[in-house]
Antibody, heavy 121, light 110 residues
Framework: QLQLQESGPGLVKPSETLSLTCTVSGDSISSSNYYWGWIRQPPGKGLEWIGNIFYSGSTYYNPSLKSRVTISVDTSKNQFSLQLSPVTAADTAVYYC?????????????WGQGTTVTVSS | QSVLTQPPSASGTPGQRLTISCSGS????????VNWYQQLPGTAPKLLIYSNNQRPSGVPDRFSGSKSGTSASLAISGLQSEDEADYYCAVWDDSLNGYVFGTGTKVTVL
């Protein structure tokens, strides 16, 4: 069964780069027509889609974050990553990685447990 | 500010039928299929309904989805205490060229 696990620093300073990795287990990240993506949830607020990357490398980003976001895939490590730069306090959130495409291209079928990132000096 | 509007809260007693609405526009719900997610307290969201009205394996048939025009709905029949959670609709928006989540609805079982 496919599982996802986020990892990365829990604290990032303002104006620096937030870097998170999602490790995929139970299947190859490049074996099927899946999308790999990131979603975040600020404290006490709703969900916000950050972006997706297709197994072929094509990327799709939230227009409001596009200028600051990069999502990439490392097939050798079966991981995909998120970089957000520069960050401000408004980027403090729980960050989730997710997989789409098993049931529907835009339905996020499998989620990681989430990792909390705080932006503070 | 989301382009998909949901009521902030909904409540019901055990056994009741509860419906949550999701209002969008011609660029999102009007053109694309709607998904629903359930987020239990302190946990990651879980896919509840995909493609407007399809249930992933393991989701009880108490949960059902529908879509009409630029609005969608999630119904929970036979409400149970374990259904207390936040519920989000979501859909691809062709104008924004991005995936959007609804504002979320907190369901309370009285």
């Amino acid at each position: 069964q496919l599982q996802l696990q986020e990892s990365g620093p829990g604290l990032v300073k303002p104006s620096e780069t937030l870097s998170l990795t999602c490790t995929v287990s139970g299947d190859s990240i490049s074996s099927s027509n899946y999308y790999w993506g990131w979603i975040r949830q600020p404290p006490g607020k709703g969900l916000e889609w950050i972006g997706n990357i297709f197994y072929s490398g094509s990327t799709y980003y939230n227009p409001s974050l596009k200028s600051r976001v990069t999502i990439s895939v490392d097939t050798s490590k079966n991981q995909f990553s998120l970089q957000l730069s520069p960050v401000t306090a408004a980027d403090t959130a729980v960050y989730y990685c997710a997989m789409s495409g098993y049931y529907s291209p835009y339905a996020m079928d499998v989620w990681g447990q989430g990792t909390t990132v705080t932006v503070s000096s | 500010q989301s382009v998909l509007t949901q009521p902030p809260s909904a409540s019901g007693t055990p056994g009741q039928r509860l419906t949550i609405s999701c209002s969008g526009s011609s660029s999102n719900i009007g053109r694309n299929t709607v998904n629903w997610y359930q987020q239990l307290p302190g946990t990651a969201p879980k896919l509840l309904i995909y493609s407007n009205n399809q249930r992933p394996s393991g989701v009880p048939d108490r949960f059902s989805g529908s879509k009409s025009g630029t609005s969608a709905s999630l119904a929970i029949s036979g409400l149970q205490s374990e259904d207390e959670a936040d519920y989000y609709c979501a859909v691809w928006d062709d104008s924004l060229n991005g995936y959007v989540f609804g504002t979320g609805t907190k369901v309370t079982v009285l």
